[in-house]
């Protein structure tokens, strides 16, 4: 008995990593927008008292965060580009994040020229930061809209 079968083999692998790219973006980007939201929730304005300076109006730090997605790592990096953001984030002195802040206390001068004496300042949320809680407390909604992505028609 002889059989003869006539089978066409389709490769479709390209557009599958055509999907994969396209979800991949798709997902980074709705991270983003959604972590850089949660933040400029949690990020504590600035204000006359805490900047010392007369007549300041906070929110820049609230307003400079930013994501940015890259494709090729298939990363997303929500941040500031605020010199003074990672002491918000992670504190100074020795209310520092793990302890890496500096043990001795100092002084400083503000844009008034008054002096001040400190030994370094809580990150926000006291302590938490910012950026981490707008991540860590909003994990599974982040999974989640990875999966519904992933359910989606292409």
């Not at 850089?36 to 805490?50: F, I, K, M, R």
């Not at 109006?57 to 930013?66: D, E, F, M, P």
């Not at 503000?110 to 950026?131: E, I, Q, S, V, Y």
């Amino acid at each position: 008995m002889e059989f003869n079968y006539d089978i066409k083999f389709t490769d479709n692998t390209p557009q599958l990593h055509e999907a994969l790219e396209t979800w991949v973006e798709r997902v980074l980007t709705l991270w983003g927008m959604k972590v850089q939201d949660y933040a400029q929730l949690l990020v504590p304005t600035g204000a006359e008292n805490s900047t010392h300076i007369e007549g300041y109006v906070g929110g820049a730090l609230k307003q400079s965060l930013t994501y940015a997605v890259d494709l090729a790592k298939k990363t997303v990096t929500i941040g500031s580009n605020l010199f003074y953001s990672v002491y918000v984030e992670l504190g100074t002195g020795v209310h520092a994040t793990n302890g890496n802040g500096r043990k001795t206390p100092w002084v400083w001068k503000d844009f008034n020229g008054k002096w001040h004496f400190t030994r370094g300042m809580k990150a926000a949320n006291d302590g938490k930061g910012f950026l981490r809680p707008a991540v860590e407390n909003h994990i599974d909604e982040l999974r989640e809209i990875a999966v519904e992505e992933g359910n989606k028609e292409v």
